[in-house]
């Protein structure tokens, strides 16, 4: 989908998803980086950018997106020394976020205010773009499209959110309920190329393993 002409990345769109459409503001999670990481580099990966050797990410040299955060993200990779994909995605996760809500905000989705501290806070300043993402994501998840019609970054959109648990998208019982259409969902996403594929498996692991870490973390500190 498109806003302002510009069309929203898979990064982009999944960061609307974390949002809590009566709040207006993303549920709180202390994997959002992550997941945003992740969907970038799901992205560059459909789209040939990244290739996978051996299991380590390497960026394709010349190519661009002309999205800055993507193209960001390939000069980053291709500067760095080989990793991971599972570890890409927990390195320095932080700045890809603060990227997407910055374009988001330049394309008027996000507005930003200040929070305690001097933090700025992103709110929505688009609901009905927001809606649009979560429904069509919506009927991906709940089978109102055939799987074999879904695209390969639809596919991947709901893929990531339901192993993030975003509860703004799915709730526990409903992703319990599509848990094998999440799965051929998730094969559906991986089928397009090898590396996406291979971002597929260790990134669902990855956010995966930040989701258990942040649930220990909250029962630690409730004493629980």
Do not use: C, N
Not at 21 to 35: C, D, E, F, I, S
Not at 143 to 165: K, M, N
Request: avoid cysteine.
């Amino acid at each position: 989908m498109t806003v302002s002409g510009e069309t929203l990345s898979l990064p982009a769109r999944l960061h609307l998803l974390s949002y809590d459409p009566v709040r207006m503001r993303p549920a709180a999670t202390g994997h959002q980086a992550h997941l945003v990481t992740a969907a970038a580099l799901a992205e560059l990966a459909r789209r040939g950018m990244l290739r996978d050797e051996g299991g380590t990410a390497r960026a394709v040299p010349g190519d661009r997106t002309g999205d800055p955060v993507l193209d960001g993200l390939s000069a980053v990779i291709g500067a760095d020394r080989p990793r991971r994909w599972k570890s890409w995605v927990t390195h320095r996760p932080a700045g890809v976020l603060d990227a997407v809500r910055a374009q988001l905000a330049d394309a008027g989705v996000l507005r930003t205010r200040q929070g305690l501290f001097g933090r700025t806070r992103y709110e929505l300043a688009r609901a009905d773009t927001a809606a649009t993402v979560r429904e069509r994501a919506r009927a991906v998840l709940t089978g109102a499209v055939p799987v074999a019609e879904v695209s390969d970054e639809d596919a991947a959109l709901v893929a990531l959110a339901t192993a993030a648990e975003l509860r703004a998208f799915a709730t526990g019982r409903e992703r319990r309920a599509y848990r094998a259409r999440i799965a051929e969902l998730t094969e559906r996403a991986g089928s397009a190329a090898p590396a996406l594929r291979k971002v597929m498996e260790e990134a669902r692991a990855a956010i995966t393993a930040a989701v258990t870490a942040s649930a220990a973390a909250g029962v630690m500190s409730s004493g629980g």
